[in-house]
């Protein structure tokens, strides 16, 4: 299961590229364009985490198909 795929079905957001562009950027030497894609996946984690605090699960969408599936999920923050 991707991030892009979990964040789309919980979220409706989509990731700004993907782990191939990531290498193709640092291999030509584009290091800020590169930070932001590396920030970019750690603010969708963050808020798929928020989310699955809140709501007690997350969706994604299969990749043979357009079904969506939901996963429960047991995140506390203890003494909050």
Do not use: M, N
Request: net charge positive; glycine share 12%; with cysteine.
């Amino acid at each position: 299961v991707s991030l892009d795929s979990v964040a789309q079905a919980t979220l409706g957001t989509k990731k700004s590229g993907s782990g191939l562009e990531a290498v193709r950027l640092f291999r030509e030497g584009k290091i800020e364009a590169l930070k932001r894609y590396c920030l970019d996946d750690v603010r969708i984690t963050k808020e798929l985490y928020e989310y699955g605090q809140k709501h007690g699960e997350l969706s994604f969408t299969s990749k043979y198909g357009s079904r969506q599936h939901s996963v429960p999920v047991g995140w506390t923050i203890k003494g909050i």
